[in-house]
């Protein structure tokens, strides 16, 4: 009862705080009373703010002993203080920056994601004599002063969480099709060889694999099965991952790694799916607990997968509506939100969690095209954004101080790249963005007036939020056609009302180009400038230019083709020159001027 009580009143408490600020932040309300998102009423500006500033944020947190502090520990201290990592730091921080770098082009979270790594590798791995080998201790348990993995948060020295290997292995394999660094995929290999090896059939109170075990000697955690939080986890979408990746591309063991996927998967559709129950994921946590992010990481992963099986999207909205009827936080009901909390043993509302939810929210109504969930997930995003402080802190929780490097950063700026992949119409619309791929995007390059990219697949699809319609988009050099059917090869443009979203098949090319000029003229920076009237025209155009005696110039008109279709050369300072396209037919063409190298391009419409 006392438990209860108090419940009521801290319920009560976010109610009333709701109303005026969220963490950080003064609520700010649409004209119906319901949560519009933190900085700016746009909801893509607001998003893309908020992932510059925690990036930003990331990239100057202090050194500890030499160290950047998120190797040392699981939240952020102003001098840089170890408290020991989170089991599932260093994979989430590849899958955040994975995407992030896509969406950005930013080569420094390549970096971050290869120093992360490489300490993690270099001081975590179980010993190959090991009854569980070659798998990653989740924490610096016995020296948090270095990056030296060795044990559990809780238990000490030799336990791990398998679950946590499965995650790491799965987004090792992301890390390998980036860098082409075979040591990832070997390492992600050995772990997979593991998990494969020690599955279990499981029941409904003994998950496939244990919440922890010891590496070392293969004993469960202390009590083993009379003790459910140390027994029962069911993180295991990860794993799926892992075992279903290498199986596809033959890599290792693909006939046990076969039959490990198959018995997780009966376990799941045979228990959590019916029950609801997935048991526990944190580390610190020492109750029976329902975490959420198992739940709901398994809906994603059901639901972006037809093969799963005839009724995958009701599986995924199944795991949905119990994870909310569990879960769900009213205590913000007063601005239209549904938070989410974290897990049944600790109440609170969490930004990576509402966040995730809102994203997979979105991609069950791309799947099904039942939008009636729609707004609801997008105040959930919008919440998330008030946890987020001008400088880039991110807390985890309304009601709770700490800046944890997971909630707040590798597991927040994942959820919404995906969420605008998912639901493009609340991506940034002043800005070019790669929203998604069903490959890896190894290499991305944005430009005034390009984008160059390449995946790891010869065969993906890419998604992209652009300003503009491109002129052109071209795989391995050859133009791909604009088509109607997305399963065509070539590209599907769809307006908004400002800018739209370009999606691109490529079935046998690795490098693709999205341009807003001819294929057969450079983007080269210039400060030319000339003028060019009337433009439209039906017969003939007017181009005025200033140069220095003596300068010769070239003046071409180009088809969207990259074809030059028209020549002239002119020469001796300030020139206006008459050309005559009257042979030309109605359509867009380009005016491309040229001079000691430097060269600018004008878009001239003919019509008549």
């Known amino acids: 009862m006392l438990k209860k009580l108090l419940f009521t009143l801290v319920l009560a408490i976010s109610v009333f705080m709701a109303d005026a600020q969220i963490v950080y932040h003064n609520a700010v309300k649409d004209n119906n009373g319901n949560l519009m998102p933190w900085y700016n009423p746009n909801h893509g500006s607001s998003y893309d703010h908020c992932l510059g500033l925690v990036w930003n944020f990331w990239q100057n947190i202090p050194l500890y002993n030499g160290y950047k502090s998120y190797l040392l520990g699981h939240t952020y201290s102003p001098n840089g203080s170890n408290n020991q990592v989170g089991g599932d730091q260093f994979a989430m921080t590849i899958s955040s920056w994975a995407l992030y770098y896509a969406y950005t082009g930013d080569t420094n979270l390549l970096n971050d994601m290869i120093y992360s790594t490489e300490y993690y590798l270099a001081g975590s791995m179980s010993k190959p004599t090991d009854a569980w080998p070659n798998i990653p201790y989740p924490s610096n348990y016995t020296n948090n002063s270095a990056p030296q993995y060795d044990g559990d948060y809780l238990l000490g020295k030799n336990y791990t969480q398998p679950d946590k290997a499965g995650s790491l292995g799965a987004e090792l394999l992301t890390l390998y099709k980036i860098t082409g660094n075979e040591k990832y995929k070997d390492v992600a290999i050995k772990i997979a060889n593991t998990l494969a090896a020690k599955v279990d059939t499981g029941s409904a109170t003994l998950s496939p694999y244990r919440f922890k075990v010891n590496a070392v000697d293969g004993t469960p955690a202390p009590n083993g099965v009379s003790n459910p939080p140390l027994a029962f986890c069911g993180n295991l979408a990860p794993t799926l991952r892992l075992f279903e990746e290498l199986s596809a591309r033959n890599w290792g063991n693909t006939v046990a790694y076969d039959s490990a996927y198959s018995t997780l998967k009966k376990w799941i559709i045979k228990y959590p799916l019916q029950n609801g129950n997935w048991g526990n994921f944190f580390e610190n946590i020492v109750f029976i607990s329902n975490a959420q992010t198992n739940a709901v990481t398994m809906a994603q992963y059901i639901l972006e997968r037809p093969d799963w099986g005839a009724t995958y999207n009701q599986d995924g909205r199944k795991i949905m509506d119990a994870t909310l009827a569990l879960l769900g936080s009213h205590a913000y009901d007063t601005v239209g939100t549904t938070a989410i909390f974290e897990q049944t043993a600790d109440l609170k509302e969490g930004g990576s969690h509402t966040s995730r939810f809102g994203s997979i929210e979105l991609l069950y109504a791309e799947n099904t095209g039942d939008t009636s969930r729609v707004e609801q997930a997008i105040r959930q995003l919008d919440w998330a954004t008030y946890l987020v402080d001008f400088d880039g802190k991110c807390r985890f929780s309304p009601r709770n101080n700490s800046i944890w490097f997971t909630d707040g950063y590798v597991d927040f700026v994942r959820h919404y790249i995906r969420a605008m992949g998912y639901y493009p119409k609340i991506a940034p619309d002043s800005a070019n963005h790669c929203l998604r791929s069903t490959s890896v995007i190894k290499s991305i390059q944005y430009h005034p007036k390009e984008i160059n990219y390449s995946t790891y ?26 088509v109607s059917n997305p399963g065509s090869e070539g590209y599907i443009w769809e307006p908004y009302t400002l800018g739209g979203v370009l999606k691109v098949k490529h079935s046998n090319a690795k490098n693709v180009d999205i341009l807003w000029y001819p294929s057969g003229i450079a983007d080269e920076s210039s400060t030319m400038n000339f003028d060019v ?76």
């Open 457 to 482: 697949d010869s065969a993906a699809t890419e998604t992209f939020r652009l300003t503009s319609k491109p002129l052109q988009v071209l795989a391995n050099g050859a133009a791909l056609s604009e």
């Open 533 to 608: 009237y009337p433009n439209p025209t039906a017969d003939k155009v007017r181009l005025h230019f200033a140069g220095s005696a003596g300068d010769e110039f070239t003046v071409s008109v180009i088809d969207i083709t990259g074809r030059t279709l028209i020549q002239a050369k002119l020469s001796n300072g300030s020139i206006s020159h008459t050309l005559d396209v009257s042979g030309l037919a109605s359509g867009n063409y380009f005016v491309h001027l040229s001079s000691n190298g430097n060269s600018a391009t004008k878009r001239l419409g003919i019509s008549r």
